[in-house]
């Protein structure tokens, strides 16, 4: 079972990363929901998996009978859900004003601030 | 005593109040500030002369041994005494020095912190607490040399001065760190205290070296000395107060202070013996070839702090005893010259000795003045500087370690001394004597005011008054400060003014025929040559410094941007994501990692389908990306459930309510958001493979996801196969219900134990939301995306075409069924959020759960009825919302203060409800309000926000459309 979930972490990370490094910013917006996916995931094998034991405390007892799911990687990881969706929505919405302003969603294109024409900064003083 | 150092800030915050034009306040303000400060200064006299040093300790940070502790004892008197009066006199030459023209508030705002600071400096008892004036001092000594800020030089002069002495001081700290952790306290008493401890420790060089690179800096010696004649480019008054009195002395000073801790080393007398005695004769030397007045000056300067530095370095008292006598001696004779040069500068609009000449005439009362404190300079009989010039002399000519420098010491002090002699002669005769002036700006020079004068008056009379009495005048305090420095070392020094004929004597009188005869030789060539002395003309500090300069901050810079720095996003976030991968993959591998056996046996074929769905999922939307991005975008939802049904599987309920509710709002975002993106279509075999290299990079892309994916599983794997060591989470577990009141333990993680970090998360989610709704706002979508769908348009023309339909019927039409189901639904899932919110404390669910349903269902009115329809109907103002959950949490975490618990206590209870029944109910629930509230109300708002594109839409349709019929 952990090899399985392993490889899926891995798998996942590969495609948001891959994504990530493209020149499109709508990969890269697809590639940063993946990636946000594997490192919640990733996150969460640190705290062991385990099935069936969700970390909740049963009616009259103070506290879990037994062994139960580590919560910190999950309070973790909710935080970060939430961080992440704001982020991407961020990041969308930052996506459209630049291709409003600019034209293009094309990263290489985007020479607003750095013009292609000015070439790196001369070495002389 | 704290006033000492308040006080002057307090002023300084009123001066930098003040108008730019009141030129008297500011004036009386300073003027009344210094006053006081001396006055208190000399109040606590009796005190300090009783032996012991006054203290005053405010506690601060005790815990890291940091207090506001002041400690005023003999010598810190002395220097306090000396920087308040000098700082008076300075203000009322300054009233009249500074031009009306001048922003002089500001001017009189610098210099009372500046003021204020070097108190700070002279009355710390505790180290740390001495760097932080001490650093402040360079600050306001930047602020006050580049107080003409529209001249260059001054700028060059001030960034040169505060980088040379904010190198200085960051050694300085590094230095006191040191110390402190030798000795175990930052406390000055304690310090002084165990100098045996300091000199017998194995950190006592580089101690040393560090606290060295501080004062050396600071007090312009050599090899840092450069700084000091580039920050004549300073008004005169600070010229007269920073760089003969106080900045320039605070390196001295703390030389002085820790003296008895840290002399009397090898390593001590070589590193000060050597740049003293460079300084010393460099600077006397230089100062001969100087043509400006002020330089002339700051070299002599230079000079006699290194004769000082020189003194400290032999180890012995006597020496220390000449150092601090010295100390005060250059202060007002130097403080008078720099004020009479800048009287001369004044009336005459120049400080060049070639271009002046005879000024004698104009200004009789102010020559003489100038020419006594230049005799004092140069160390004639009668004068303050003469006597602890005698006292160097006896000294140099004692041995105290056998070495070169030893040796060289007394000749070295003839040849500097008859060198000071000739610069003093050159400044008075090259200004005051010879033929009337030609070259001047100014026409006719004449006298200053009286109070312009007065503080060099005072001075000269102070030069003579200790020169020729100084048992009655400077003695007894002088003795307090050197008994309050050297302690049970104080050795018998006599200041009297005839030692006999002895060997001292014949040297001064050697350097000042010498001098004069030097003088005489060099007349003429110093009345035509140029700036700078012979042979090292060329070799400027400065020009090495502005060098240094540039290939650190421009050559370096560019080299590293050059060689490392992308203009394009991807090679950038390639090297980041290589880095990534190397940093995380070093420490492994030199650690010797093993994974483990990676094992496919015992895995649940359900599970292992449903990952491997993911797996699917994850590589199509990585695959169909480009062209097809709906279909990456379903892709990819499937992984985002895949991810959703591990957490339920794996034990985490809350993850997978929250993930599935996020999944959707994300979802819907960008569909919401795709429609606004320009389309991508597959022309041709690839656009890829036409272009050269690209099929390349995107291989390589590949390399370097695939590595890091295997990294990951492989990291992934071993730690899922270790036990876990004991963690945070057990007390987590332990403390939920019994402290928490929760029981469900995540939640109560997230609003009671760590409600802090929830906090801050929800204030991101509120800025994000903000943000996106400011991008968007008034912003109209671009031309080219302004047609509507192939979809919409088919239907639209459809209903056009029929006279009974309206526009837009067909798409209500096909949506009726749906659209009547999301309408009733909006209640019950209303109803959810509510469920889920209640339940949130005990069971799966909490604020964030329900937020996000809450939101769900205003995205079905969206959907159902169509922008316009809920717009019109939208009774929620998120904005609110999100305000109000923040000021809710925010209020219930500040409520705890008020039963004396930190921030974000929680307090549980169960309360017995009608209806509902006996509902716990704990503090964090009103916490858990206001997340649930703002993160309605930030999600609302994005919504809102790019869903209100597509009503824009129309209005751009229509502008172009009314566009393309003006030109048709």
């Known amino acids: 079972m952990e090899a399985v979930l392993a490889i899926l972490v891995g798998l996942f990370f590969a495609g948001g990363i891959y994504l990530m490094l493209s020149r499109h910013i709508i990969r890269i917006l697809l590639g940063v929901v993946l990636f946000g996916n594997a490192v919640n995931l990733l996150i969460f094998t640190n705290g062991r998996v385990m099935r069936g034991v969700p970390p909740i405390i049963a009616e009259g007892l103070d506290v879990p009978a037994g062994a139960v799911a580590n919560p910190l990687p999950q309070a973790l990881i909710l935080t970060a859900i939430v961080i992440s969706f704001s982020f991407f929505a961020f990041l969308l919405v930052l996506a459209y004003r630049a291709y409003q302003q600019i034209g293009t969603d094309d990263t290489d294109g985007m020479r607003v601030a750095e013009p292609v024409a000015d070439g790196l900064p001369p070495m002389g003083y | 005593m704290i006033w000492m150092i308040v006080l002057p800030f307090v002023g300084s915050a009123i001066a930098a109040l003040l108008p730019t034009n009141a030129r008297n306040a500011e004036a009386w303000l300073a003027g009344v500030v210094t006053l006081v400060t001396l006055i208190l200064a000399s109040a606590s006299y009796p005190a300090v002369a009783a032996g012991d040093a006054i203290r005053s300790n405010i506690e601060w940070i005790p815990s890291l041994g940091l207090n506001l502790s002041l400690r005023m004892d003999g010598f810190a008197w002395l220097f306090a005494t000396m920087i308040s009066g000098i700082g008076f006199l300075v203000v009322l030459y300054a009233r009249y020095y500074m031009s009306p023209e001048d922003p002089v508030p500001r001017f009189f705002s610098f210099f009372l912190a500046f003021m204020g600071a070097m108190l700070g400096v002279v009355l ?195 020496g220390a005893v000449a150092a601090i006598f010295h100390m005060v001696n250059h202060a007002t004779f130097k403080a008078s010259l720099f004020m009479a040069a800048g009287i001369i500068d004044h009336e005459c609009g120049t400080r060049d000795i070639r271009r002046l000449s005879g000024l004698f005439r104009f200004m009789p009362i102010t020559a003489t003045l100038a020419m006594v404190a230049s005799a004092a300079m140069a160390g004639v009989p009668l004068l303050n500087g003469f006597l602890s010039k005698e006292m160097f002399f006896a000294e140099a000519i004692e041995t105290h370690a056998i070495s070169v420098l030893d040796t060289a010491a007394p000749y070295v002090a003839v040849l500097a001394s008859a060198f000071a002699v000739t610069y003093s002669i050159r400044f008075i005769h090259g200004v005051f004597f010879g033929p009337l002036p ?201 992984a985002g459930l895949v991810t959703c049904i591990t957490f339920v599987w794996l034990s985490a309920p809350d993850l997978a309510v929250t993930q599935l509710l996020v999944e959707i709002v994300t979802t819907v975002l960008i569909l919401l958001g795709l429609r606004w993106l320009p389309k991508r279509v597959q022309d041709g075999p690839t656009i890829a493979s036409a272009v050269p290299g690209a099929r390349l990079r995107r291989f390589r892309d590949l390399a370097i996801a695939v590595s890091v994916g295997v990294g990951v599983t492989l990291i992934a794997y071993a730690v899922m196969t270790r036990t876990p060591p004991p963690t945070i989470a057990d007390y987590f577990l332990e403390k939920a219900y019994s402290e ?95 469920y889920l919110f209640f339940r949130g404390h005990d069971l799966p669910g909490g604020g964030f759960a329900a937020g996000i349903a809450m939101a769900a269902a205003f995205i079905l009115q969206y959907m159902a009825a169509g922008t316009r329809w809920v717009e019109d109907r939208l009774r929620v103002l998120p904005v609110r919302w999100i305000g109000l959950g923040l000021l809710l949490a925010a209020f219930t975490g500040a409520g705890s203060w008020l039963f004396g618990y930190p921030f974000l206590t929680s307090h549980s209870r169960y309360v017995d409800l009608p209806l509902i029944g006996d509902m716990p109910l704990a503090s964090a629930i009103f916490f858990d309000l206001g997340v649930f509230s703002l993160v309605v109300g930030a999600t609302v708002l994005m919504l809102i926000a790019l869903a209100h594109q597509s009503i824009r839409r129309h209005r751009v349709a229509r502008t172009i459309a009314a566009a393309d019929e003006e030109t048709a």
């Open chain 2, 740 to 834: 928490g009141g929760g029981r469900n333990v995540v939640n109560v993680i997230l609003v009671d134990f760590r409600a802090f970090d929830t906090f801050g998360e929800i204030t991101v989610l509120a800025i994000v939301a903000l943000t996106v709704f400011a991008l968007l706002r008034r912003f109209r979508p671009a031309p080219d995306s302004v047609d509507s769908p192939e979809q919409q348009r088919i239907q639209t023309a459809f209903d056009e075409a029929q006279p009974d339909r309206e526009t837009g019927e067909t798409i209500i039409d096909y949506l009726m069924i749906p659209a009547v189901i999301m309408q009733w639904l909006f209640p019950v899932i209303i109803m959810f959020a509510a």
């Open chain 2, 124 to 318: 710390s008892g505790n180290l740390i607490l001495l760097v932080v004036f001490w650093e402040l001092t360079s600050v306001f000594s930047f602020l006050l040399i580049g107080y003409w800020h529209h001249n260059a030089n001054a700028r060059d002069g001030a960034r040169m001065a505060l980088t040379i002495t904010g190198i200085g001081g960051l050694g300085l700290l590094a230095g006191v760190l040191l110390i402190g952790h030798i000795v175990g306290s930052y406390d000055l008493d304690r310090v002084l205290a165990s100098g045996d401890l300091i000199r017998s420790h194995d950190l006592y060089v580089p101690a040393i070296v560090l606290i060295l690179l501080g004062t050396l800096t600071k007090s312009a010696q050599f090899p840092f000395h450069f700084w000091l004649p580039n920050a004549m480019a300073a008004p005169t008054p600070v010229s007269a107060y920073l760089h003969s009195a106080t900045m320039v002395k605070a390196g001295v000073f703390l030389m002085a202070r820790l003296w008895p801790v840290l002399s009397g080393s090898t390593e001590w007398f070589w590193i000060l013996g050597f740049c003293g005695m460079m300084s010393l004769a460099l600077g006397a030397y230089f100062a001969i070839f100087q043509q400006d007045i002020k330089g002339l000056l700051a070299y002599s300067t230079i000079s006699h702090l290194g004769l000082i530095t020189l003194l400290l370095s032999l180890g012995s008292p006597l």
């Open chain 2, 438 to 638: 030609t070259d001047v700006p100014s026409v006719a020079p004449h006298e200053p005011p009286f109070l312009m004068r007065f503080p060099i008056l005072l001075l000269v009379v102070a030069c003579l008054l200790v020169g020729t009495i100084p048992a009655l005048t400077i003695g007894p305090f002088l003795h307090t400060a050197v008994t309050s420095v050297l302690g049970a070392r104080t050795p018998e020094y006599s200041l009297a003014i005839w030692h006999g004929f002895n060997l001292p004597l014949l040297m001064s009188i050697v350097a000042l025929i010498a001098g004069v005869i030097l003088y005489l030789l060099l007349k003429d060539y110093l009345s035509r040559c140029e700036e700078g002395p012979p042979f090292f003309r060329r070799l400027k500090g400065q020009r090495i410094f502005e060098r240094f300069m540039v290939t650190v901050s421009w050559r370096w810079a560019r080299f590293v941007d050059y060689r490392l720095g992308a203009r394009r996003l991807q090679p950038q976030l390639r090297l980041l994501v290589t880095v990534a991968f190397v940093a995380a993959l070093w420490p492994l591998y030199s650690r010797g990692f093993t994974p483990g056996r990676f094992t496919l046996t015992g895995a649940d074929p359900v599970f292992a389908g449903v990952w491997v769905l993911g797996i699917v999922c994850a590589l199509g939307a990585a695959y169909q990306a480009k062209f097809h991005r709906l279909a990456a975008l379903i892709l990819l939802s499937g």
